[in-house]
Nanobody, 126 residues
Framework: QVQLMESGGGLVQPGGSLRLSCAAS?????????FGWFRQAPGKEREAVSC????????LYADSVRGRFTISRDNAGNTVYLQMSSLKPEDTAIYYC??????????????????WGQGTQVTVSA
């Protein structure tokens, strides 16, 4: 069974950058259809940040991160990245990666994902 693990979180000052990684173990993600990053801030519901739909190569971003964050996959397709730049305090949250072998109704929808990582904390503070 595929397991996902995030890394790369931490404390960064406003305006700084971080790159999150999501690596798979116990299997390969090469044939998976959708990959996503979600986040949950204290007291708030989980929200979609960005996703990739491998079936058509499309990428989607939340309005709040568009132009600042970039999602990508490595050539083998077994690691998914989220490059975060110009970070703001409101980006503070636990970030989760997710993947699923089926496309479903769209990669931005969290209920389409059957595989989730444990999350990595991102804190943006001076």
């Amino acid at each position: 069974q595929v397991q996902l693990m995030e890394s790369g979180g931490g404390l960064v000052q406003p305006g700084g950058s971080l790159r999150l990684s999501c690596a798979a173990s116990g299997g390969t993600l090469g044939h998976y259809a959708i990959f996503g990053w979600f986040r949950q801030a204290p007291g708030k519901e989980r929200e979609a940040v960005s996703c990739i739909d491998r079936t058509d190569g499309s990428t989607l971003y939340a309005d709040s991160v568009r132009g600042r964050f970039t999602i990508s996959r490595d050539n083998a397709g077994n690691t998914v990245y989220l490059q975060m730049s110009s970070l703001k305090p409101e980006d503070t949250a636990i970030y989760y990666c997710a993947a699923d072998p089926l496309e479903g109704y769209g990669c931005i929808l969290d209920f389409e994902y059957g595989y989730w990582g444990q999350g990595t904390q991102v804190t943006v503070s001076a």
